[in-house]
């Protein structure tokens, strides 16, 4: 008999067949089926207690009735009990959770697992994340998006969905005029060389001080905008140089996170598409002129009916929101797009919220599907003072930096934990545990909660890190090392028994809620969730393996204990790699 996947969708659909047989009225009834406290069993169905009050019955009764009608296939995997006031408490049985394991023994058998059951499944999502701004170093500020951006694509393309990785840049700032001034100017070419994003902050700075000392230059950079917005070739070649010398810098960043684009199609790209927004809001008239701009109003909203959305700048221009609802016609109708993913900053939500009230207008009166649209926001990383995280001199920290100053700290805790390690793999461990120590703590957080940077926190053994759980991976191919067995060779832990022990049963259990986490991490794109899950397991198999000597001379106990390790280093290894970090094999 073939096992779920996830056992706790296969418990909802079974509650929904039980329901329709008891013909219950099926709009009033979810079945909400929750990993249970481990006290109660494994999976809880809470569903019942409220169609019984909304349909005043007996919650009790109700639940008997249920558990009557659940399907033959579904009791012989679990023990049921009713409890309280009509709670199903649902307990895998010991064979339920050997074959289990049998079944979903290597990356592959689980991913084909999650997308049987998820419904992203063949759904086209394009992730919009990173999206920096061109000529400006990336800071601290840019962190969070690259990292949940990468996690969510990741999640969603275990999941089975087709995933788009766009680079939405800010490539075409009003900012380019004295850019572009200075650049003709004042160019160092060595400094250039040597650190180009900083040389063009420098001469945006330059350009800056000077337009604002002189009207004059003002003048001059105003024309050079002009010019390059005009098409004019030297402009556009120094624009372009900028932009792509920007991109290069930026990858270096997105190597060390495991990031590569599909797309970068920045601001630019929608310049000669965003005639057709201004043309169809018009003409449907969602847009209006107002004060030589174009406007769209939600006369419905408590905000928006009074502050609406600019689409176009009263000198003519487009600006972020033309560009965002152009390139949400071009996701839609180039790329097919079932989904629209937004990961920005919380504090960008009412742009979010005007550009997808507007494009639901827009797209309905014209007979366009709209995709889902989500502003997958996320809070401020904050210092330990409580406030948007500088440096003691009151600047943003680089990204470059933070990445360089965790890999120096990851350093010392190896250098103390495995100092016989020669010095090269020690500096590899290093520059994986720190990189990976900035991303886990990043995702590891609720992304809507703002939170507190902390370096000691965050480059730990102890605690829901990555080094904790980097070592818990580390510690298990160890194990596999001493005994000469490779963890994926199944044939050796194919005599396994069934589980015995408790601790080898909590550890069993742990296991085979991992597709419910990663349901609870994929569907509301809550990276959080799976690192809750991975967090709990390290702890489980800590339990079991100070509980249960694993090389014990029974051939058959020895097998299923090493299966256990071998799934829980499979587990932790899969969501690890979901989650964007490196493992490794020795730490
Ligand atoms: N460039 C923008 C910024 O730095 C973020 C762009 C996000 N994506 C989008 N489609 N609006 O704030």
Not at 170 to 176: H, K, N
Not at 310 to 332: C, E, F, I, M, Q
Not at 353 to 362: D, G
């Amino acid at each position: 008999m073939s096992v779920p996947f996830n056992f706790a969708t296969s418990i909802e659909s079974a509650l929904q067949s039980a329901a329709t047989s008891l013909e219950l009225d099926l709009s009033l009834f979810a079945p909400e089926v929750r990993t249970a406290d481990p006290r109660h069993g494994d999976f809880q169905a809470n569903g019942v207690l409220p169609y019984a009050k909304r349909t005043q019955q007996n919650p009790r009764a109700l639940g008997e009735k249920m558990l009557a009608a659940l399907p033959a296939e579904l009791l012989a995997e679990f023990d049921v009990a009713i409890a309280g006031p009509g709670f199903l408490n649902f307990t895998l049985k010991p064979a339920t959770l050997d074959r289990w394991l049998t079944t979903y023994a290597t990356e592959d058998s689980l991913r084909e697992g999650a997308r049987a059951s998820q419904a992203e499944a063949g759904q086209t999502f394009i992730v919009d994340y990173s999206s920096p701004n061109t000529a400006k170093q990336m800071h601290v500020g840019h962190l969070r998006s690259i990292v949940i951006g990468e996690a969510i694509c990741r999640l969603l393309d275990f999941a089975g969905a087709k995933v788009i990785r766009d680079n939405h840049i800010g490539d075409w700032g009003t900012g380019f005029g004295k850019l572009i001034w200075a650049y003709k100017r004042h160019l160092d070419a060595a400094a250039l060389e040597a650190d180009p994003l900083e040389e063009f902050e420098r001469l945006y700075k330059v350009g800056n001080k000077a337009a604002d000392e002189d009207e004059s230059v003002l003048e001059a950079a105003r024309q050079e905008l002009v010019k390059l917005q005009g098409g004019d070739e030297e402009n556009l070649a120094i624009w372009k140089r900028i932009n792509e010398v920007s991109l290069e810098a930026f990858q270096k960043i997105y190597d060390q996170f495991g990031v590569k684009f599909d797309y970068t199609l920045g601001e630019s790209f929608y310049n000669d598409k965003v005639g057709q927004v201004y043309q169809e809001l018009s003409d449907l008239g969602l847009a209006e002129e107002s004060e030589g701009a174009l406007v769209v109003f939600h006369p419905e909203h408590p905000r928006f009916h009074k502050q609406p959305f600019l689409v176009r700048k009263s000198d003519g221009a487009a600006n972020y929101a033309s560009t965002d609802l152009a390139t949400l016609l071009y996701r839609t109708e180039h790329f097919g797009a079932d989904a629209s993913i937004y990961v920005i900053d919380s504090r960008q939500s009412d742009h979010c919220e005007q550009l997808f009230l507007t494009a639901k207008k827009w797209f309905e009166k014209t007979n366009r599907k709209l995709p889902r649209l989500e502003h997958t926001s996320f809070g401020t990383v904050l210092g330990e003072n409580n406030k948007p995280l500088k440096t003691r001199s009151g600047e943003n920290i680089k990204l470059r930096d933070l990445i360089d100053e965790a890999t120096e700290r990851a350093a010392q805790l190896v250098a103390t934990k495995s100092g016989e390690l020669p010095a090269d793999e020690q500096a590899k461990i290093a520059e994986i545990v720190g990189v990976g120590s900035v991303q886990y703590a990043d995702l590891s957080q609720n992304r809507s909660s703002d939170y507190v940077f902390s370096w000691d926190k965050m480059i730990s053994l102890e605690g829901n890190t990555a080094a904790y759980l980097l070592y818990a991976v580390a510690r298990i191919h160890s194990i596999f090392r001493k005994l000469a067995i490779d963890p994926s060779d199944a044939a050796a832990l194919a005599a396994a028994d069934t589980l015995e022990t408790p601790t080898e049963l909590a550890l069993a259990r742990k296991l085979a809620k991992f597709p419910d986490a990663l349901r609870a991490a994929v569907t509301p794109l809550r990276p959080h969730m799976l690192c809750l899950f991975l967090f709990e397991l390290a702890g489980e198999f800590s339990a079991f393996y100070s509980a249960d000597k694993v090389a014990v001379d029974e051939p058959n106990v020895r097998a299923r204990r090493l299966r256990l390790c071998a799934r829980t280093l499979l587990l932790l290894e899969t969501g690890l790699h979901l989650l964007g970090l490196r493992t490794l094999k020795r730490m």
